[in-house]
């Protein structure tokens, strides 16, 4: 089911879906939305291949009449990015430019700005040795996704992530970039053995010419490591802002009107990544009085503290989606996994707001994402592991964060296994949650 950035759906799609629930008599509707690093292809395939273990789990199902639709909105992808599923090794020697495919993207999300992203990618692809040259860097980039003015609010974590510029838009340039290049030096460390490496930046002596005059070689190739990563974090601060507004005022809709069917099946809502934050958004978007049956957020990249009643850092108020739980009248179930380097190390350097001091790297958790350390701040939540998730009772309701570090383990930097999510395990975790064929 297609949805444009506004969240207008596609009225014929939806139509057709609400008719085929209406005569299948379909007792649970499950909603997959993918991530922002998605094409629309790579989107149905990544639908196809998360639901494609549940035929065989359903046999136990006994009466249930399961049906499935994929969200599809508008998004990118790097072409650099390893997905789930569809993993990707960097060419010998590569470095991050920005190819064909990935400026093709940025055109089409960022219409009337092409010579901002041609400009971009040369800067990318030269590299140059001049500060001047990344302060260029950092000025386009704002005109590139429409930052104007100094960012603000001062920080809280509690506020609606829509309300603040994070401070990567307002800091010096030179100074962001090495933040982003300690964070992806650290992902690459972190990365689990068995996967592949992207390679260091080939930098030689006088690269640091320019900024301190130190000599040592690569730091200036390095900082352009980080460039690139400013790059691709700013386009997802506008991108996971498209995603809460297709859940809103696009999907939240769409689930209302499948609620007021006659014979109106469990709503079930799953999401990765951007798309967690998508379906979690939905729930602001629903009817008065309608709700669903479960919630599955598969590493979801949006704030720890979002359906916080008291945050540890608030200023005296809930998360941005705090009051948004109830719609769910089942588990809300938080996976997360330590093997996640883009939520663990890259996601905090992009969110830290203005105003705060803390480290941005992985020892201050003031700017988390729920999909690598599950939900904070929510009274009576549970903690558990997969295996205890899999095998042991499963709350019928409340908060749940599982973590799935034990299969949802591989990938290559940065993002390290933030996109492995296409797991039976992962698939049977939906299931328990949703109480179909899986016992207590």
């Not at 940025?106 to 030269?126: K, T």
């Not at 599950?374 to 095998?391: K, N, P």
């Amino acid at each position: 089911m297609r949805f444009d950035a506004d969240g207008d759906v596609d009225t014929r799609q939806r139509d057709r879906l609400l008719e085929q629930t209406a005569q299948r008599e379909l007792t649970d509707l499950v909603v997959f939305s993918h991530s922002w690093h998605n094409t629309r292809a790579m989107a149905t395939r990544l639908h196809d291949r998360f639901f494609a273990p549940f035929p065989e789990l359903l046999g136990e199902a006994g009466p249930a009449r399961l049906g499935y639709v994929g969200v599809v909105w508008p998004s990118m992808r790097f072409a650099d990015e390893s997905l789930a599923g569809f993993p990707r090794e960097p060419a010998p020697g590569a470095r991050p430019g920005l190819d064909a495919e990935t400026r093709a993207a940025l055109e089409a999300v960022f219409p009337g700005r092409r010579q901002i992203v041609a400009r971009l990618a040369e800067l990318l692809d030269e590299r140059s040795e001049r500060l001047a040259a990344l302060d260029e860097f950092g000025v386009l980039v704002r005109g590139l996704v429409g930052v104007r003015g100094e960012p603000g609010p001062p920080a809280d974590p509690s506020a609606p992530e829509e309300d603040g510029v994070p401070a990567m838009f307002g800091e010096d340039v030179a100074e962001v970039c090495e933040r982003f290049a300690a964070a992806l030096a650290e992902a690459r460390d972190k990365t689990d053995a068995e996967d592949h490496a992207l390679p260091l930046p080939d930098g030689g002596p006088g690269a640091l010419d320019g900024l301190d005059g130190s000599g040592r070689p690569g730091r200036l190739h390095g900082l352009w490591d980080g460039a690139h990563e400013l790059l691709r974090q700013s386009t997802y601060y506008v991108l996971k802002r498209r995603a809460g507004t297709v859940g809103r005022e696009g999907l939240g809709p769409v689930l209302g009107a499948l609620t007021a069917l006659r014979s109106a099946p469990r709503l079930h809502l799953i999401g990765h990544s951007s798309g967690a934050r998508l379906v979690s958004y939905a729930l602001t978007g629903l009817p008065e009085r309608a709700s669903v049956a479960s919630l599955t957020l598969l590493q979801g990249a949006f704030s720890h503290d979002a359906f916080a009643e008291t945050p540890p850092h608030a200023t005296g108020r809930p998360g941005a989606l705090g009051a948004a739980a109830h719609r769910v009248g089942g588990p809300v179930v938080a996976c997360h996994s330590r093997h996640d380097t883009g939520l663990g190390l890259l996601y905090p350097v992009a969110s830290r707001m203005p105003g705060d001091d803390a480290s941005a790297l992985p020892g201050d958790t003031r700017w988390g994402a729920i999909g690598y350390d599950g939900v904070r701040g929510v009274d009576g939540s549970r903690r558990l592991d997969l295996a205890e998730a899999l095998d042991g009772p499963f709350p019928a309701e409340g908060w749940v964060s599982v973590d799935v570090s034990e299969v949802a383990r591989h990938g290559v930097p940065p993002v390290g296994a933030h996109s492995d999510i296409c797991h039976a395990e992962l698939a049977r975790l939906v299931l328990r949650a949703a109480r179909i064929g899986s016992g207590p």
